[in-house]
């Protein structure tokens, strides 16, 4: 990549970058939120053209129209976001990536046999609708594998995969590394980077700021670089006794059916959750964590005493009246459930500030109250925006989970229930949110956190729970947890054979 250079209306995704791969590399592409890895990529894939500079494959002038061409060239790519559809099984998702597919027969052996060669087993004729996240991936990586690449481009890999899965996952890269594949990486998640990456390339606002080899780097030097300023750790208040008997929170047998195609039903869930503590949900996707934000939110209704907020049963409420009584949620899709797209920054602070808040008038909307609620977000959450009045589609990834997140926290809540609160957020913006959740607990909110990104539940939870299959584990003290104890709470029901330590 030599002096590539990507504008977008009012800001540069990619200024004067180059950098080079090798064959059999693994290349780690670091930076924040919008700091222009997606953008990057893309050049690479064929999905955007760069403004100016020039890509140089195999010694020879490379510029893909399109990702058909990228693929033609051996390029191939896992995106963040799996592009497969439920209803068809493998290798019917498989044949969809294909120019030329073979007959099914032969594809389905095809693919039992490189996902054997490489450590990934899969079952060609099992409905993907019915595969957990971690083996969803799989079919994207074969789907890729058989086009036998040279280059391998994934980003945020592991966002969605168990310990254990990611163990597998990095076996295979290796494999594929050593015969002679090059791997450009991103993820946010930099003790990953250091375990499996040659060489890192660090990008900050568009722009190439350095360059390491991440086994030499501690994950804090390397987060430093991509910030270019020293990065704090969340600071946990000591908790306070509030004096509440009751819990704020409690969950007493919820069991819901799931309205998610091939979702998961709920199994007599059953929790507490005590003002100022915060509660930490883990578990590979798929599990019901979805249903479970449904139905604390009030788009899945359940039964009378199954939920009690705030001490209102509120099971049989839906979300505005949860809100009322300082019941608030953040869900994990940002784009679509959380924010609406077509909206403003400020059309969307008042869908849900609008109760909490006090944002209408006499039945109208205060269009002043909310733009200054708006602004307020952005300001307090660092949220890059040019305006108040941009749409939430144009923000990238990160900076709209800082508003949505930040929209909810300003609300001052008394219940706050949050679906991955940092997914694919840099660093420093994921220190932000996480220094808010345990400020706002330490404010007296009662918090519950589902995640998959165990660092995080651990540094923020003070009890600690596994969803498996609609079903939660007992919530333990997060003091004393292990990661591998963790990975076996959080594996053990997915029929994984679970070793027993004596």
Not at 129 to 140: F, I, K, P, T, W
């Amino acid at each position: 990549m030599e002096g590539l250079t990507k504008a977008y209306p009012g800001v540069v995704a990619n200024s004067d970058v180059s950098f080079t791969l090798k064959a059999g590399e693994v290349h780690a592409l670091l930076g924040e939120n919008g700091a222009g890895k997606s953008t990057m990529v893309k050049m690479i894939y064929g999905l955007v053209k760069p403004d100016s500079g020039r890509m140089i494959w195999k010694g020879a002038p490379y510029a893909p129209a399109e990702p058909r061409a990228a693929r033609a060239s051996g390029v191939a790519m896992v995106f963040q976001h799996f592009s497969l559809f439920e209803a068809l099984n493998v290798a019917e998702n498989v044949a969809l990536g294909m120019e030329n597919p073979p007959p099914m027969g032969e594809l389905a052996a095809r693919i039992k046999a490189v996902s054997e060669e490489y450590g990934l087993p899969l079952d060609p004729s099992r409905m993907v609708g019915d595969l957990s996240a971690g083996e969803r991936q799989r079919v994207e990586i074969i789907r890729c594998l058989l086009q036998d690449p040279k280059l391998l481009i994934m980003d945020e890999p592991t966002s969605v995969l168990t310990p254990q899965e990611v163990e597998i996952l990095f076996k295979t890269l290796r494999q594929l590394s050593a015969e002679g594949t090059a791997i450009l990486y991103i993820s946010h998640k930099l003790e990953e980077i250091r375990t499996l990456c040659d060489e890192a390339t660090i990008l900050r606002r568009g722009k190439v700021v350095g360059t390491c080899t991440p086994r030499e780097r501690t994950a804090r030097e390397m987060a430093e670089m991509m910030v270019g300023a020293v990065l704090t750790p969340p600071e946990r208040a000591p908790r306070k006794d509030w004096g509440d008997t009751a819990p704020a929170l409690s969950v007493k047998g919820l069991s819901v059916a799931s309205p998610i195609p091939f979702g998961t039903a709920l199994k007599a869930v059953g929790f507490d959750v005590a003002r100022g503590e915060v509660l930490g949900i883990a578990g590979v996707a798929g599990n019901g964590q979805d249903e479970l934000l449904l139905a604390l939110s009030g788009e899945i209704r359940s039964e009378p005493g199954m939920v009690t907020a705030a001490g209102v049963p509120v099971g049989t409420l839906g979300p505005a009246a949860r809100r009322r009584i300082g019941f608030v949620m953040a869900p994990e899709d940002r784009l679509g459930h959380a924010a609406a797209p077509d909206m403003s920054l400020v059309e969307n602070a008042f869908l849900t500030g609008a109760i909490r808040k006090g944002l209408t008038r006499r039945g109208f909307i205060d269009w002043a109250a909310t733009r200054d609620f708006a602004e307020a977000v952005i300001r307090d959450y660092d949220v890059r925006t040019p305006s108040s009045g941009a749409a939430a589609r144009s923000l990238s990834g990160g900076n709209l989970q800082k508003f949505v997140i930040g929209r909810e926290l300003s609300q001052a809540p008394e219940v706050i229930v949050i679906n991955q609160p940092t997914w694919g957020v840099d660093a420093a913006a994921a220190a932000s949110i996480r220094q808010a959740i345990l400020d706002r607990a330490a404010a007296g909110a009662a918090v519950v956190v589902i995640s998959q990104d165990l660092d995080e539940l651990l540094e923020v939870s003070d009890s600690f729970a596994v969803l498996n299959e609609g079903r939660l584990t007992v919530p333990r003290p997060v003091k004393g947890l292990t990661i591998d104890e963790i990975g076996l709470m959080m594996g053990g029901a997915h029929g994984m054979e679970v070793a027993h330590h004596g």
